[in-house]
């Protein structure tokens, strides 16, 4: 089993649309756990940290189930600019990536 | 500037050559990382440093030489590379190991290796 296990994508979606990617993680003494954005050819940037109550960034929520080793980011209202790879990235030791989920919404 | 530099942006180089990438940051964070990205694969941890003493090597081979002269400056040496060694190479920081505030990446060196 992989580490940080992502939907592989790609998800093609309309403006407008409310989309959700899901992660998985190995490592139940996880500690901290966030979300990253990568657009093609550049470096990833923190999106949103997630926490175990969950947290809303405007259109963007994040949601932890510790339970289930299991992570969720929903994007609503979905914009051309949120096309991007985004990434799970989960914390123990050192921070470990999932491979990305690609997205791409269309006008 | 402010934020995590790299350079250079992008590198070519032959499998006999010797070059350098260059990071440094400016945001007073005390540990610093070298991360390799392929294409549709997570990204892999190379090295890690903390106080400018390396703390992890990710059993990467030896063409790949780090070294950290303070907490602000992070190098990769690379010296006999392969092609395969070709890849996004991200350097990162983050104020401490505990990580939890996440990392600040640099904007990477694309190399590749002919």
């Known amino acids: 089993r992989k580490e940080v296990e992502q939907d592989p994508g790609p998800f093609n979606v309309p403006e407008g649309a409310t989309v959700a990617f899901n992660c998985t993680y190995s490592?139940?003494?996880?500690?901290?756990f966030f979300w990253y954005r990568q657009d093609c050819r550049k470096e990833p940037k923190l999106l949103m940290s997630?926490?175990?109550s969950g947290n809303e960034d405007g259109r963007f929520t994040a949601q932890l189930n510790r339970a289930s080793q299991y992570i969720s980011l929903l994007i609503r209202d979905s914009k051309l600019s949120d096309s991007a790879t985004y990434l799970c990235?989960?914390?123990?030791?050192?921070?470990?990536f999932g491979a990305g989920t690609r997205l791409t919404v269309k006008p | 500037e402010t934020g995590v530099t790299q350079t250079p942006r992008h590198l070519v180089m032959g499998m006999t050559n010797k070059k350098s990438l260059k990071c440094e940051q400016h945001?007073?964070?005390?540990?610093m990382y070298w991360y390799k990205q392929s294409a549709k694969k997570p990204l892999e941890l190379m090295f890690v440093?903390?106080?400018?003493?390396?703390?992890e090597n990710n059993s990467v081979p030896s063409r790949f030489s780090p070294e950290c002269p303070n907490s602000s400056h992070l190098f990769l040496h690379l010296h006999t590379l392969q092609p395969e060694d070709s890849a996004l190479y991200l350097c990162?920081?983050?104020?401490?190991?505990?990580?939890?505030?996440?990392?600040?990446f640099g904007s990477g060196t694309r190399l590749t290796v002919v």
């Open positions: 990162a920081s983050s104020q401490d190991l505990d990580r939890h505030y996440g990392y600040t």
């Open positions: 440093y903390n106080f400018k003493e390396q703390t």
């Open positions: 990235v989960v914390s123990f030791n050192d921070m470990r």
């Open positions: 490592n139940s003494a996880s500690q901290s």
């Open positions: 945001l007073g964070h005390n540990a």
């Open positions: 997630v926490y175990s």
